[in-house]
């Protein structure tokens, strides 16, 4: 798949389905400061389309990005900042709490973890909540520009273990340098089809009920 436009759509604080909330939505999550904000900018071969920045805990708010005119990416602040207050973090929890049981256009979400380090518990909950609540999600190991190729495997074992996915489900990603960045959007693609399809077999079966 091609990047052919992306465009900034709107902030929200509270999560509402409702206009320009319209299409379906590939969701990024992970731990503050793990590459969220950067792997969007990589992908859409933008420099600041989205802020990013050295200190956990940017993204404050639920940023939608409308893609090829097609589906919205959307980019959600980071969880387990050590430094933010329980407020903070307690109005963190809620707003994705209401994101991820109202968002009824979410399709898939990218989770990201540092593939230089271990999931960390909040990691291994958000996989473990996915699968509860039957939202299909891909682990991408950001940062791999920070390790050699030959490395890879040895950071990526650990990680299938906690998240328990299989090594060749992962994708090493790095928006430093653009390493994975050609697979991650072949992977997209790929969701996008096969919603494509399940959307013409439900429009077939409906029709095919009249
Ligand atoms: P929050 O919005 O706080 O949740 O963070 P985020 O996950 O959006 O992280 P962000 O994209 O802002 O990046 C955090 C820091 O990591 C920045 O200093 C980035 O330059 C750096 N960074 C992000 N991706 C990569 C990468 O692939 N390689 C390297 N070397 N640094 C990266
Ligand atoms: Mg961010």
Same mark, same amino acid.
């Given at each position: ?20 909330i ?8 992970g ?15 933008r ?14 708010l ?30 963190? *929890?809620?707003?994705? =709490? +209401? ?6 256009? /979410?399709?898939?979400a &990218? ?66 340098d *653009?390493?994975?960045? =050609? +697979? ?6 790929? /969701?996008?089809?096969? &919603? ?9 079966e409906?029709?095919?009920m009249?």
């Amino acid at each position: 798949m091609q990047i052919r436009s992306a465009e900034f759509v709107t902030s929200l604080a509270e999560y509402r389905e409702q206009p320009p909330i319209s299409l379906p939505q590939l969701a990024v999550v992970g731990k503050s400061n793990v590459g969220k904000s950067s792997l969007i900018n990589a992908l859409c071969n933008r420099k600041k389309l989205c802020k990013t920045s050295s200190t956990p805990g940017k993204t404050r708010l639920i940023n939608v990005f409308l893609i090829n005119e097609a589906f919205h990416l959307v980019d959600l602040p980071g969880y387990g900042f050590a430094k933010v207050d329980k407020a903070e973090k307690k109005r963190w *929890g809620e707003m994705m =709490d +209401a994101y991820f049981h109202n968002s009824s256009y /979410l399709f898939h979400a &990218l989770l990201l973890v540092d593939i230089r380090h271990e999931p960390t518990q909040d990691d291994v909950a958000m996989a473990q909540f996915f699968r509860q609540v039957g939202v299909p999600f891909t682990v991408v190991a950001t940062k791999a520009d920070k390790i050699s190729r030959g490395a890879r495997m040895k950071h990526i074992a650990p990680i299938c273990r906690a998240m328990l996915v299989q090594p060749w489900e992962i994708i090493p990603f790095s928006s430093e340098d *653009g390493s994975g960045r =050609d +697979a991650l959007l072949g992977h997209i693609g790929e /969701l996008l089809e096969l &919603l494509r399809e399940e959307a013409r077999t439900s429009g077939e079966e409906e029709h095919s009920m009249q």
